[in-house]
């Protein structure tokens, strides 16, 4: 083989090895939008309000803004989970 044709040839190919190397990957292709559909009969709120106090332990309950009761860590053992009663205010 010709050396001249040889030390000609190990640049180019050593060149379209690395722009080769170097060129970018394809782009992933977009997702599909997301549809979010709405429930056709969305139920009435049940809204629970639950405030407990850290310093004595006890949890007022409220149901729909209306005052049910409250939990203070005295209800009976039998009770999983415990049921909120009316507690007087300690003011």
């Known amino acids: 083989m010709n050396r001249r044709i040889s030390r000609a040839a190990l640049p180019l190919l ?15 292709p977009a997702p599909a939008p ?11 709120p ?3 309000n639950l405030f407990p106090d850290p310093t ?9 803004g209306e005052y049910v009761g409250a939990i203070t860590g005295s209800e009976p053992a039998g009770q999983d989970p415990p049921i ?3 507690v007087v205010p300690a003011n």
């Open 84 to 86: 909120p009663h009316p």
């Open 46 to 48: 049940d809204e629970w």
């Open 34 to 44: 997301a549809v979010y559909v709405p429930p056709s009969d969305v139920p009435p």
């Open 14 to 28: 050593l060149s379209i090895a690395i722009a080769s190397c170097s060129a970018a990957p394809p782009a992933p």
């Open 56 to 64: 004595t332990g006890q949890v007022d309950v409220y149901h729909e």
